[in-house]
């Protein structure tokens, strides 16, 4: 399949996108029970086996009422690149086209979307390299960090002030593509913004977008709440005595660690802090990126938007008149 494929040949796929606690998974849901569609994740974390309450992952109940792919699917000290999960959910929504469903995306990872939906000139490729080991290298050297940071601030300024010097792995990845591609990631990365390339698929891209922040908030807490009383400190304690949460041999912190929920109950756990001490900073950190999401989704001309006005208001109607439209054309 090319960008430059007619619509008509091109396989339809719908999107549920907006920020975290926004309901899109209720949505994306009702969604694919009425139009017999299947599941598939678009959310980077709950790609990790074992992180299930403070992913949010779907429930027992809704993996019965339609079918889930995309999660669970690696392990959280694994390394797995956006272009793993291109390769992978396009050869997902091969097969459910193959079995006569259509396939339903929902999460709130932006980058995973864009990557699936628009054509990249470069991949955010995982495989080992010579350029890779020579930087790892340097990473374990004494001031290795501060070494690779400097290295990066000379060809990208921009991503050296976005990356901090700690995260070893993004630091590697923004040189490696600069290496390799002879453009810088964020030169790359404002490209992807202002792209206007076709879509790879037939795309109905619904996007949640709440009018009052006050409301979106509200929910973000009542989501908190759901996770510490169901046991988001037990599954921490759990994955930290696996390992999971070791850092990596670069010396920076596995992506689990440093995911939203996890680092700030993984740090009160340690310290013998009881779980709910961590409750507003859960909340103001999930806020934070919720205002990210929304900032990149915005951005994206293919998204759809449904507003929600006010606490209560359910965008299945409208929605299901979006996707019927669709699906018909």
Same mark, same amino acid.
């Given at each position: 399949m090319t960008p430059d494929m007619k619509l008509s040949e091109k396989k339809k796929i719908i999107a549920v996108v907006g920020p975290t606690a926004s309901g899109k998974s209720g949505l994306a849901i009702n969604i694919a029970e009425k139009f017999g569609g299947t599941i598939v994740c678009c959310d980077s974390m709950q790609i990790y086996r074992g992180m299930n309450i403070g992913t949010a992952k779907p429930t027992q109940a809704d993996t019965a009422r339609v079918p889930h792919v995309m999660f669970d699917i690696v392990s959280p000290g694994e390394m797995y690149s956006c272009a793993d999960y291109v390769r @992978?959910?396009?050869?997902?929504?091969?097969?459910?086209?193959?079995?006569?469903?259509?396939?339903?995306l929902c999460g709130g990872t932006g980058l995973y979307l864009d990557s699936l939906l628009t054509p990249r000139s470069y991949g955010d490729s995982a495989g080992r390299t010579a350029l890779r080991d020579e930087l790892e290298a340097i990473a374990g050297m004494p001031d290795g960090k501060a070494i690779l940071h400097r290295m990066l601030a000379e060809v990208d300024p921009v991503s050296a002030a976005a990356i901090h010097e700690n995260n070893v792995r993004r630091v590697i990845r923004a040189i490696e593509i600069f290496r390799e591609s002879g453009v810088s990631k964020s030169e790359l990365d404002r490209r992807s913004r202002e792209s206007t390339a076709p879509l790879m698929y037939d795309a109905l891209v619904i996007g949640l977008r709440y009018t009052d922040r006050a409301v979106l908030r509200a929910r973000?807490?009542?989501?908190? @709440?759901?996770m510490?009383?169901? &046991? /988001?400190?037990?599954?921490?304690?759990? /994955?930290?005595?696996?390992?999971?949460?070791?850092? /990596?041999? @670069?010396?920076?912190?596995?992506?689990?660690?440093?995911?939203? &929920?996890?680092?700030?109950? /993984?740090?009160?756990?340690?310290? &013998?802090?009881?779980? @709910?001490?961590?409750?507003?900073?859960?909340?103001?950190?999930?806020?934070?990126?919720?205002?990210?999401?929304?900032?990149?989704?915005?951005?994206?001309?293919?998204?759809?938007?449904?507003?929600?006005?006010?606490?209560?208001?359910?965008?299945?109607?409208?929605?299901?008149?979006?996707?019927?439209?669709?699906?018909?054309?």
């Open positions: @992978d959910a396009a050869a997902a929504i091969g097969e459910i086209h193959k079995s006569g469903r259509i396939p339903v973000i807490a009542r989501r908190v @709440d759901e510490l009383a169901v &046991g /988001l400190a037990d599954e921490v304690r759990r /994955l930290d005595a696996a390992g999971v949460f070791s850092p /990596l041999p @670069d010396g920076s912190m596995s992506t689990a660690a440093q995911a939203i &929920g996890y680092k700030e109950m /993984l740090a009160a756990v340690r310290a &013998g802090d009881i779980p @709910d001490s961590v409750r507003e900073a859960v909340i103001t950190a999930t806020a934070r990126y919720a205002k990210r999401q929304m900032t990149w989704f915005g951005s994206k001309p293919y998204v759809r938007w449904i507003d929600i006005p006010h606490a209560g208001y359910d965008p299945t109607p409208q929605a299901f008149a979006m996707a019927e439209t669709f699906i018909k054309e």
